[in-house]
């Protein structure tokens, strides 16, 4: 290299260092400004750091002023033309980004949202990635008003079922204080069946919170699944003898499954005794239980008539007492009472032991429809 060109390269080089420390300064001062001047400054900075080196590297190439001029004005020309074209594109990305700023404040407002897809590929994404998440929100509003909703059905149902028993243990307790009881007996043992029913009712609620607060400790063991079954039955039979249900099923020899006991136990007898609450007299309620590729099933089916479809996603929600296609029409009396918590509480137990629980309507061997509880937990 030459020492002319070593000259020229060091001109060129003093004059971009110079304008792009300016321009650093620059950047500083405008650093919360909009990104209009950003861009703009970017372009200027590019245009003049070259613009500068030509124009001090032809002061000492050129000897005609002529050539000087006609070299300054050019260089000038097309800095002015790309600082127009930084601006307009800086316009339009200020355009684009306010469109995208409305798109975020809408996704506070309930209700649909379309994205306005704008710009280039990566503001379109991100036009996208908002109606996702857009998405999302309607989902878990919708999920917090079932929510709010099964609370305010939950406290309704819990105080009904607490005053109604509260108040009839009063008047019992009333009459045995002023000895206008017929039978005391009778009635000191009806009070304590009230009150048994309140503790189960309240070791519900308890198990609940535990569930919901994710404090549910579990103890696992290898468990054989026909014991477990088959205890649940003998416990439910005098229940299932008392309305006329009959009790059946089978489960495959030898399976087994790692789970808690108790916790386990509990979700079996729940489905039992809410397939039977639900099964009008003369009806069966079947308890199957086998193994599947990765784990094992229980099923729990009854006669229940069957669940609206609209009413599929809310059946473990709490609180949850169903319509009119779920109460027999010679069923008992009791059908449809308590605080609908059993199913929240199998539901709870389940995925606590990573599994799932599903439900669907199946036509039983009359001809009528009936509901399937399926439960199915991980081997391990």
């Not at 406290?155 to 005053?163: A, M, Y």
């Not at 400790?217 to 039979?237: C, F, H, N, Y």
């Not at 479809?309 to 709490?318: N, S, W």
Request: charged letters at 25%; proline letters at 4%; hydrophobic letters at 45%.
């Amino acid at each position: 290299m030459t020492s002319d060109q070593l000259q020229i390269a060091g001109v060129a080089a003093a004059s971009a260092v110079a304008v792009g420390a300016l321009g650093l300064l620059a950047a500083w001062l405008l650093r919360r400004r909009s990104i209009r001047w950003q861009l703009s400054l970017v372009a200027v900075v590019a245009t003049f750091s070259v613009l500068v080196g030509v124009v001090a590297a032809s002061r000492l190439m050129f000897i005609s002023d002529h050539d000087w001029g006609v070299v300054s004005l050019v260089a000038v020309v097309s800095g002015l033309v790309s600082v127009v074209v930084a601006l307009a594109l800086g316009a339009a990305v200020v355009h684009w980004s306010l469109s995208l700023r409305e798109d975020a404040r809408r996704l506070a407002t309930p209700g649909s949202f379309t994205a306005a897809r704008r710009g280039p590929t990566e503001f379109q994404a991100l036009s996208d990635e908002l109606a996702r998440t857009s998405q999302r929100l309607e989902e878990s509003r919708v999920r917090e008003a079932r929510l709010e909703e099964s609370r305010r059905e939950l406290v309704s149902w819990v105080s009904h079922d607490l005053r109604t028993p509260l108040a009839g243990m009063r008047a019992m307790t009333e009459a045995l204080e002023d000895g206008m009881a017929p039978d005391p007996e009778r009635y000191r043992r009806q009070i304590r069946a009230e009150v048994d029913r309140m503790v189960r009712m309240v070791d519900d609620l308890f198990e609940l919170s535990r569930i919901h607060a994710g404090v549910l400790r579990l103890s696992p063991e290898t468990l054989m699944v026909g014991d477990l079954v088959s205890e649940a039955i003998a416990g439910a039979d005098p229940v299932a003898r008392a309305r006329s249900v009959r009790l059946g099923g089978s489960v495959e020899e030898g399976i087994e499954v790692c789970a808690d006991p108790a916790g386990l136990s509990r979700v079996v007898s729940n489905l039992i005794m809410n397939a039977i609450r639900h099964t009008p007299a003369d009806g069966v309620v079947e308890i199957h239980g086998r193994s599947v590729a990765d784990g094992i099933e229980l099923s729990v089916t009854d006669g229940c008539g069957g669940i609206p479809p609209e009413d599929m996603e809310r059946v473990f929600d709490l609180a949850w007492q169903g319509s009119s296609a779920r109460t027999p029409e010679h069923g008992p009396a009791e059908v449809g009472r308590g605080a609908g918590l059993g199913l929240a509480i199998v539901k709870g137990i389940v995925e606590a032991h990573r599994g799932r629980v599903l439900v669907e309507n199946v036509p039983d061997a009359e001809a009528a429809f009936g509901c399937r509880f399926l439960v199915r937990l991980p081997l391990s």
